[in-house]
């Protein structure tokens, strides 16, 4: 299918995930507009990580459809896979390569052209000179985390699934990695979906939130938007009112 500019770049309709019985994910539908950032916020086990993993192709809903760039991601995954791409700290790279051997990999899987020069251009984009050729296990968790990043723009995507891109960095580090997404963003014009935990990371990043709770959207919006509608005066307090059902409370 021919995809345009006018339509979004990631659509979920109807979505639901069932584990056994648990309902992972139950009946989401939002549609994202090229070049923006949006955030999936909501407690532990709202359905973050499950939402993101279908939009990948990861896993396969129970019911409903997401199609990234105009594409089914159930039946045409592959037509797709190539302009996207997905950084999570739950998903580790071997060990034992080095770091240059494990972008090579991702970058051939990705079909990446003129690929060493891809690695050198985001080494020393991303700072990551003094342990290219160093075991990617024995890295420290903010090196893994630039290495993760790097693995993520191998093939310079047009959509950038993030599961937490700054858990367990340091400020430092997190405010520096924030910074180069939101750059990659407007050079790239790439639409960005991320889970955060960090309500401050995503007042900076994201043009839009869907909050999350029990597998539904309880709630969409800008960051500006939902504080003035709880009456809050950060996106951390409205996430607590969410989270524990003071919305009518708020009104
Ligand atoms: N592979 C799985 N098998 C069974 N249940 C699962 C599996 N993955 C997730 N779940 C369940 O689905 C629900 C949603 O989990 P998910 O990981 O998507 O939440 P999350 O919002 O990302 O949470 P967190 O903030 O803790 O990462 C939870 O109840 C979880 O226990």
Redesign the pocket.
């Known amino acids: 299918m021919h995809w345009d500019m006018g339509q979004p770049a990631i659509e979920a309709e109807a979505l639901v995930?069932d584990?056994?019985t648990?309902?992972?994910?139950d009946g989401l539908s939002f549609a994202l507009q090229p070049g923006s950032t949006t955030a999936?916020l909501?407690?532990?086990?709202?359905?973050?990580?499950?939402?993101?993993?279908m939009i990948m192709g990861l896993?396969l809903p129970t019911s409903g459809e997401v199609r990234v760039l105009g594409t089914d991601m159930a039946r045409r995954r592959h037509d797709v896979l190539h302009r996207m791409n997905f950084e999570s700290p739950y998903v580790d790279m071997p060990h034992r390569l080095t770091v240059r051997q494990n972008l090579t990999v991702f970058g051939k899987l990705y079909g990446v052209k003129a690929l060493k020069e891809r690695i050198a251009a985001l080494a020393a984009d991303l700072d990551l000179g003094d342990f290219l050729d160093r075991a990617t296990g024995k890295l420290s968790a903010g090196q893994k985390t630039r290495v993760a990043l790097a693995k993520a723009l191998i093939n310079d995507p047009e959509v950038m699934l993030l599961?937490?891109p700054t858990a367990s960095l340091d400020p430092d580090t997190a405010d520096w990695i924030r910074s180069h997404l939101e750059q990659y963003r407007l050079r790239r014009g790439a639409t960005i979906l991320l889970?955060s935990?960090n309500m401050g990371e995503v007042e900076r990043l994201c043009d839009r939130v869907i909050m999350?709770k029990k597998?539904r959207i309880e709630d969409d919006g800008s960051p500006a938007e939902l504080i003035a509608r709880y009456g809050r005066s950060n996106l951390e307090e409205v996430f607590l009112d969410v989270a524990r059902g003071r919305k009518e409370a708020a009104e």
């Open positions: 995930k584990y056994g648990v309902r992972a994910v999936l909501g407690g532990n086990g709202a359905g973050k990580t499950t939402t993101i993993a896993t599961d937490e889970a935990h999350l597998g």
